[in-house]
Structures are given as C-alpha cells and as structure tokens.
C-alpha cells in the first residue's frame, strides 16, 4: 500500500529564510505525488504537482518542489519565506483507480514564519 | 470560480444524536469525496461518490454513511455520534481522471468542525 511521511509536524523559519518542507513516500508504481497547502480556517488547496515529465515542478506563490525516485522524496522548496506562506502543508501520492484518484495525504507540516 | 461549500464551519451535537454534513460544488463533477482530518493524521477518506446514488467506501466507513441524491450535492451521515467523531470535516471534488498521465486536482470546502459531547 502506498504511504506518504513528512519529516517534521512542525517547522519554523524566519521571513526571507530558506522554507524546506521534507516528503517521502512508497509506490510500487510510478507515482503521481502533490502538494497541497491549507490556509488557517480554509479547505486544502493544490499546490503543485508531479505526474510526468519534469521532476522540477513549480507551483504558486513561488514554491516549487523536485521528483527524485532513487530517494522516493519530493521536498517543496521556496528561496525566501513570506509570512503569507504560514499554514498547513500537505504531501500526497496518488493512486489512480478506474473510475477516481484515490489520494493518500501525509500527516501535515505546520509551517511558521517569524517575522 | 470553483467552488465548494460546506452547510456549517462550526458544528456541537450530543452523543447519539443523528448528524447531517451537507456539502454542494458548483462545478459539475462527478466526482465527490468525505475526508476527516485530524492532528498528526492527515486527511483520511471516509467515503466517496462517482456519480449520482453511487458511493464507495473510503478507508474509515465505520460509523458513517451517505447520500447522494443529485450530482451537486453529497451528504455525511452520522447515524448516532459518538465523541470519537468529534473532527474536522472535509468535502471535495473533482472530474473523473482523463486517463495516465494526467490528474484532475480535487476542490475541497472549507471544513465543518464538528464536536460531539
């Protein structure tokens, strides 16, 4: 079965520091992996995602994060945090069915950013 | 605009009490899930839907159940709320996947917090 972990249920960083949200999953199939983010007293919203291609995947608000199936990872990286980037970070690896993609979703990392 | 949205963002019922979460999407898709999301878990499927009166169970069924009776709406259905219940609530959408590939993302509510006491 498939499984998403996420280094670390809580990261702080300082505003314009580096922002580095570690994932790691397990397929027995080429993935499809994601990103998604949750805003305070919002609903998830996608990110950005990886199906195929590029392993360098850029999303919105300037994050981006690289496929790399020899460590099973897909770490989301932006160069300088905003404290707008504060929030609920989720990792996922979809599981396509016949008729949905079934999502499977890490823990969650709570990013802070301090002023 | 896509759009997503749940009946209430703030729920209390009593234990054994019969609970309702409504949820309406605006956009057409076959698709709709439940999940709950809790602390150090993440999201967890709970049930989900790819076409009108058509449902499957998710990963954690046991206690709910649903209805879907028009292809915009799915309904979570707490026969008889027990304090574990007690959770973040959410509903999503999305179109059925076009095939390998390519992803459809799903569009999710804002969550109905539900506490049972």
């Known amino acids: 079965a498939q499984s998403v972990t996420q280094l670390g249920s809580h990261v702080s960083v300082s505003e314009g520091a580096l922002v580095l949200l570690r994932c790691n999953y397990s397929?027995?199939?080429?993935?499809?992996l994601f990103w998604y983010v949750q805003y305070p007293n919002q609903g998830l919203q996608l990110l950005l995602k990886?199906?195929?291609?590029?392993?360098l995947v850029k999303g919105i608000n300037g994050f981006e994060a690289e496929f790399k199936k020899s460590e099973t990872s897909f770490h989301l990286t932006k160069p300088s945090a905003h404290m707008s980037d504060a929030a609920e970070y989720f990792c996922?690896?979809?599981?396509?069915?016949?008729?949905?993609?079934?999502?499977?979703f890490g823990p969650g990392t709570s990013l802070s950013v301090i002023p | 605009d896509v759009k997503v949205t749940q009946s209430s963002r703030y729920l209390v019922k009593r234990t054994g009490e019969k609970v309702f979460l409504e949820c309406v999407q605006d956009?057409?898709?076959?698709?709709m899930f439940w999940y709950r999301q809790d602390p150090g878990l993440g999201l967890r499927l709970i049930y989900f839907?790819?076409?009108?009166?058509?449902?499957e169970k998710g990963d954690i069924p046991e206690g709910y159940s649903v209805s879907r009776e028009k292809k915009e709406r799915f309904s979570l259905i707490l026969e008889s709320a027990s304090t574990n219940q007690t959770s973040m609530y959410l509903c999503?959408?999305?179109?059925?996947?076009?095939?390998?590939?390519?992803?459809?993302?799903?569009?999710f509510g804002p969550g109905t917090r539900l506490t049972v006491t």
């Open positions: 999503a959408s999305s179109l059925p996947p076009p095939g390998q590939g390519s992803y459809y993302e799903q569009y």
């Open positions: 990886y199906t195929t291609g590029a392993t």
């Open positions: 397929s027995s199939v080429p993935p499809y």
């Open positions: 956009m057409d898709h076959e698709n």
């Open positions: 996922a690896v979809s599981e396509m069915k016949t008729s949905y993609d079934k999502v499977i």
């Open positions: 839907s790819y076409d009108v009166k058509m449902k």
